[in-house]
């Protein structure tokens, strides 16, 4: 059906995504690549996510991040049913795990200025609101924002990529946080970099991340990526962040088991 549709409409690159999938699935490795590429082609901005559908076939270079316009279309479909999934049906925590950890390294403390990097549709609003005085929000998804801003718990949200946010300010922040994020970034060290100069002196990064038993990081079968602790620990120390806190944490379920990840709390 994909291949009749296709002769009818060659460019549809949502016509060329699905068969590259469908062909995946079959086992035609060939002639999925085939697709993939077609698709890539025929959007160079790469919504679908195409080139890492590539990567994990190996027939293309292993991403160091995931498009902008893969990112923004995934969660303005996700939008939607997002909570509910998420905390429903994969039990996600995250929100919860970063609260925990800031009161492990800096109990008690209060801050000015917040931001919340890949904020979605403000899940991590709640912990943080009561922790800071002004709470910001930053995601490249449009109908994610408009559920954060149903919520009320933050002063500002802007549509944008987070590091290039990021760039925007100078010490600006005594609190980031990520809850989740990471896991749409492969390279972590621009982030890092960008995060420890938007912090105040003295101010804290708080993040999840997906871990694996390896080096580096690596883009999975769910196009999240992974990253080895030793991986995290080198890129936060490039950018001159101290740790503070680093514990081993589940951030959420996949198939039935806990998703291998770690709670940290890096210090500028």
């Known amino acids: 059906m994909l291949e009749q549709a296709l002769e009818r409409a060659p460019d549809w690159p949502p016509a060329l995504f699905a068969l590259g999938e469908a062909r995946t699935k079959l086992g035609d490795a060939d002639g999925a690549v085939e697709a993939f590429r077609a698709a890539l082609a025929a959007d160079s901005a790469d919504a679908l996510g195409a080139a890492g559908r590539l990567a994990l076939l190996g027939r293309g270079e292993p991403p160091h991040d995931l498009p ?6 995934l969660f303005d479909d996700y939008a939607q049913r997002f909570d509910r999934h998420l905390v429903g049906d994969l039990a996600y925590r995250g929100p919860a795990l970063i609260a925990a950890a800031i009161d492990a390294a800096a109990p008690g403390r209060r801050f000015a200025r917040g931001l919340d990097l890949g904020c979605g549709t403000g899940l991590a609003g709640a912990p943080l609101r009561a922790r800071v005085e002004r709470l910001e929000g930053v995601d490249l998804s449009p109908a994610m924002l408009a559920k954060a801003r149903e919520r009320g718990l933050y002063d500002a949200l ?15 922040f005594d609190l980031i946080v990520a809850a989740d994020a990471l896991a749409y970034c492969g390279d972590l060290q621009p982030l890092f970099a960008a995060a420890a100069a938007a912090l105040a002196p003295g101010g804290l990064f708080a993040f999840t991340v997906e871990t694996f038993a390896g080096e580096g990081y690596r883009l ?3 196009m999240r990526f992974a990253h080895a602790p030793a991986y995290v620990e080198a890129s936060a120390a490039a950018a001159a962040l101290s740790r503070l806190f680093v514990e081993a944490a589940a951030a959420r379920r996949e198939k039935g088991a806990d998703v291998a990840g770690l709670t940290a709390v890096y210090a500028r």
Request: avoid cysteine; aromatic fraction near 8%.
């Open 68 to 73: 902008r316009a893969y990112v923004a279309r």
């Open 158 to 172: 802007e549509a944008a990529d987070i590091v290039d946010h990021l760039r925007r300010f100078g010490a600006a």
């Open 220 to 222: 999975g079968e769910t």
